[in-house]
Antibody
Framework: QVHLVESGGGVVQPGRSLRLSCAAS????????MHWVRQAPGEGLEWVAL????????YYADSVKGRFTISRDNSKNTLYLQMNSLRAEDTAIYFC???????????????WGQGTLVTVSS | QSALTQPASVSGSPGQSITISCTGT?????????VSWYQQHPGKAPKLMIY???KRTSGVSNRFSGSKSGNRASLTISGLQAEDEADYYC??????????FGTGTKVTVL
């Protein structure tokens, strides 16, 4: 059974950093692209970042480019999101999600983790 | 990249059919046949319902169907049931390995 479990959320002051993790199980992690998607309280979904299955290609939404870094450790079946220079508007639930199908670039998100809440506040 | 446009809310009585629209541009919905739809119940993670415009993921009822015409994609729920009450989001591949979600639609079963 495919399972994604996020961790690392919490309350952080503006300008500080936080690293999220997503532990994957039940599938060949190294075969799938992985995403981070966030949802501000009471708001819609926003795609944040994608990392290719091998880890060499990374893509970001303009809203986080230059501040966030997506990475993965295929030996540990774990996805990461390093968030620097955090702002109040980064407050959201952060979900990790797997590509729906392996190896292809144009994809969809399936499944999703349960999410971890990040609150940026002084 | 601007969010795809969805109606804020759609409602229907049990047994009725409803359609949720998702309007993008010729750079996303209109160009790529990689539109997906997600159902999200309160406090839960989104769940994939439809991918590649009209393909139902495993386990999803055939009451859910997807289509696309030009820059607009649609999700139709037929035979509306109480359990269908949720938020629904469309998403399109937008090129250069980026994605854009819709604004979201709250479905209410009257």
């Amino acid at each position: 059974q495919v399972h994604l479990v996020e961790s690392g959320g919490g309350v952080v002051q503006p300008g500080r950093s936080l690293r999220l993790s997503c532990a994957a199980s039940g599938f060949t992690f190294s075969s799938y692209g992985m995403h981070w998607v966030r949802q501000a309280p009471g708001e819609g979904l926003e795609w944040v970042a994608l990392i290719s299955y091998g880890g060499s290609n990374k893509y970001y939404a303009d809203s986080v480019k230059g501040r966030f870094t997506i990475s993965r450790d295929n030996s540990k079946n774990t996805l990461y999101l390093q968030m620097n220079s955090l702002r109040a508007e980064d407050t959201a639930i952060y979900f990790c999600a797997r590509d729906g199908t392996p190896y292809i670039a144009e994809n969809w998100f399936d499944p999703w983790g349960q999410g971890t809440l990040v609150t940026v506040s002084s | 990249q601007s969010a795809l446009t969805q109606p804020a809310s759609v409602s229907g009585s049990p047994g009725q059919s409803i359609t949720i629209s998702c309007t993008g541009t010729s750079s996303d919905v209109g160009f790529y046949n990689v539109v997906s739809w997600y159902q999200q119940h309160p406090g839960k993670a989104p769940k994939l319902m439809i991918y590649e415009v009209s393909k139902r993921t495993s386990g999803v009822s055939n009451r859910f169907s997807g289509s696309k015409s030009g820059n607009r994609a649609s999700l139709t729920i037929s035979g509306l049931q109480a359990e269908d009450e949720a938020d629904y989001y469309c998403c399109s591949y937008a090129g250069s390995s980026t994605y854009v979600f819709g604004t979201g639609t709250k479905v209410t079963v009257l």
